[in-house]
């Protein structure tokens, strides 16, 4: 059918920024030749909207019912997106439940998705159309040579892969498993084919680029969210150009990028958390996903770290995964000595200062005699964690959002970590009058201020959410630091990531119990990932370092195996209690979260889900519960938690899914009720 198309009114299917699958417009008869699957169209959406969307299909179905508008014009001369993206796409649509509108959004650069005319102007100016390129042979390649034990590695991982596709490299931090995955891109790109580097979001510093770049040149792409929008564009339009980049280096977005021949994917530090979107949809991983691109491609996947997601290791010792280890530092140097300083028995002992007990002033002390640099981890920013009134036990809370306000005493403001409100410290308890509000708990902030009073001639350095928003900043502190103009770098998590500095002899971390006592199952295997992160940063190169780890719970189990870098008792013993509370890997989790202004409402609507839930999946739906923070934005939450057997099939479960929240939201109660879920929660 369709032969004629003059004769016949045209349809296409277009996905826009919203979240829907996609949506039915018609085809003017001067567009016909230039719709077709993968290009850009402008259309009309509502009564004063204009959206960029994609072409998904055209056909001859009218739809029924509903009024039909016309594209209003075409962007592409050809496809943008290629059948492989669309692939992709549909797949993380269906595996974390969302609709390919969702996917969309996050999928390509904002550059690319004009939704007024201004940036429609733009769009037109900047069409990506293919480029040619000259001149970008890489530089000599001055590839390091593999010691001994890499070497032993590179061929382990050559031989996993010849029955394996997914092959995971545990190695020590500094053992050089980047030498290793330098290495294998070399040999993947000589054959032709193209390679992922992914990286952890906060992760991308000019240390690990300047690295990869000095090896392969402008054969490299970098893609980063924090890029601007034109520089994203810029890669995306050279990889559907006839010669794109051969490797690309990036964070988890970066999956959405045309692939031509994909040959090698690589996840470094596999078992960090920010691989996980939270917010907004699609709320993927990006281990995962990258796995199933690899798959989608016949490509091998090779995931790295010195300590391993459950997950991951559970399917490596299984044999699903080819596993490759390595040991030793390179050159030897040695992993550094960690102190565990009892904060209970520091504080009756009046060993504290502010944060601070005497070991670690000492340590820092020592360092900064010696001419070395410390780091110290509080993972925590703001100065306190909120202001209390001692005399009434007032709290500033955020007025959208269930949670208290965090004090930043700089700037002498409460804000909220959630909805991003901000107000002035109150001069006075609203409630009781009282002038002296007093601050709770241990911000990064804090600790800057009270290393200040310890050590007034020390400098320092702060790196957080608040004094690190942009990418520059965030650069300007890591080479401020590594070119020694600090002493000190304090920081949040932030300063745990992939950074290599040769003279920090100590690291202090100031409250492992900001971590450890997080009200989820993961507490215990993420605090391991963090503080053995931030324990590789001590001692690198020239000394074996030191790490003070200040504690209230010295004597537990978890600590003990931190202290000694314990990887396998700490997932032995974190094993048996996932198994005996059928949490992951034992189980797949979904989250189904329901929002709603009206919280009685809000109430109704999620038992009556979870009883529909309830007679398909039985005992597997626990829940409705209210989430930790159970408003935000002033919409209140409740969560039902749905515990899977890992062997059941993810299509099936889609579809009840998918028929209940029908069944929920048909209801004309549900008119403004908003269901989403979290496949996989971290
Ligand atoms: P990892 O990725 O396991 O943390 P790296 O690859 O970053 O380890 O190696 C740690 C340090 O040792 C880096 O500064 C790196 O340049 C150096 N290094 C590792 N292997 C070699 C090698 N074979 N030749 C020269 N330098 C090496
Ligand atoms: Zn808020
Ligand atoms: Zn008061």
Redesign the pocket.
Known sequence: MGEDKTAMQVYADIVLPVPFDSFTYSVPASLQERVMRGCRVVVPFGKTKIYTGVVLRTHGQQPQGVEVKSIMEVLDEQPVVNEQQFKFWQWIADYYLCPLGDVYKSALPGAMKPHDEQALKEARRRKPNPLSQEGQTATDFPL????EA?QQAYTEIETAFENKDITLLH?V???????IYIHLIYKYMAEGLQVLYLLPEIALTTQITERLHRVFGDKMGVYHSKFTDVQRLNVYKRQISDSPYQLVLGVRSSLFLPFQNLGLVIVDEEHDTSYKQQEPAPRYHARNAALMLAKMFGAKALLGTATPAFETYHLARKGRYGYVQLTQR?LGVQLPEVRVVDLKEMRRKKQMQGAFSLPLIEEIRGALERKEQVILFQNRRGFAHFLECRQCGWVPRCPHCDVSLTYHKKTQMLSCHYCGYVTRVPEKCPNCEEPKLTDVGLGTEKVEDQIAQLFPDATTLRMDLDTAKTRSQCERIIQSFAAHEADILIGTQMVTKGL?FDHVSVVGVLDANVMLNQPDFRSYERTFHVLSQVAGRAGRRNSMGRVILQTRSADSDIITQIAANDYWAMFYQQMQERHDFSYPPFTRLIYVYLRHRDMDLLEHLAQDMAERLRRVFGVRVLGPDCPPVSRIQSLHIRKIVLKLEPTMGVGKVRQALVAIQHEVVAQPVAKNLNVYYDVDPM
């Open positions: 390091c040579t593999l010691n890499q190695g931090t500094s053992s050089g498993k980047t030498e390179y290599d």
